[in-house]
């Protein structure tokens, strides 16, 4: 009988504690996991951030990871971070940075290949996905809140960038852009009976402007009412353009 198997295969028990101090380093093969031994693995770096309202923590777990410890730490980092980051006015604006650098941490860590050679000991336990766990259906109120604050301040800028400026401009130059429904009541402009007058806006829509007779741009002659009424060519506007506001006028066609 040659000698047993079992002396050959088994290996000795002070191995594992040796392992990475007693192997040689920089030899030939895959580099194996830090923590469980197991290869390949790649270099990995999760980080964490704690808020803690005055004073905060930033985390970071580096080194060479294996798939499934490197998948089993990312998962714990980002579930810690996601109950922790937010306490302190810094921290809430670090934390989703933080969480999204992991997520670009995650797409390298999927990258790394499943383990082929076993280590000295399980690999980490990956556990639930984050969004599966209580802290990653928490972390969906503060993160939900977040998402609401950057909507409403994007939506705020894009009203102040188109109102702003149109604002500006009717302030600025009376003669544009301002139909009926802007003049609040008493805000009308006063067509005195015997000037001119144009309309910038179509029939039946008013935006009347007072405007010199000699003007190309004038379009009627403003009239009383006669007989309570104007002729079938003229066009009848409302008392609020005269000067009391209390008779209504005729716009008579200059031209045609
Ligand atoms: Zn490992």
Redesign the pocket.
Known sequence: MPAPWPYQQLPTPGWPQQYGGGQPTGGPGPVA?Q????AP?APVTIRGHQGMLVIMRFLKREGM??R??ALASFRDMQADTMVLGWWGPLSLLITPFTLLANLGALSGIRRIPE?VAP?FRP??DPGKPVFKRPAGILALIPMGLLGLAVFAFTALLAIGLVAGPSRESGASSDDSGRGLSDYPSGDYPTLTVGSCARNDATWPYENLKPEPCDSPAAQYSVHLWTNDSCTSEDHSVGPSYSKDHDEPLCLRPLKG
């Open positions: 996991c923590i469980c031994g197991a693995a990871f294996c499934t410890c383990p280590g690999p980490l």
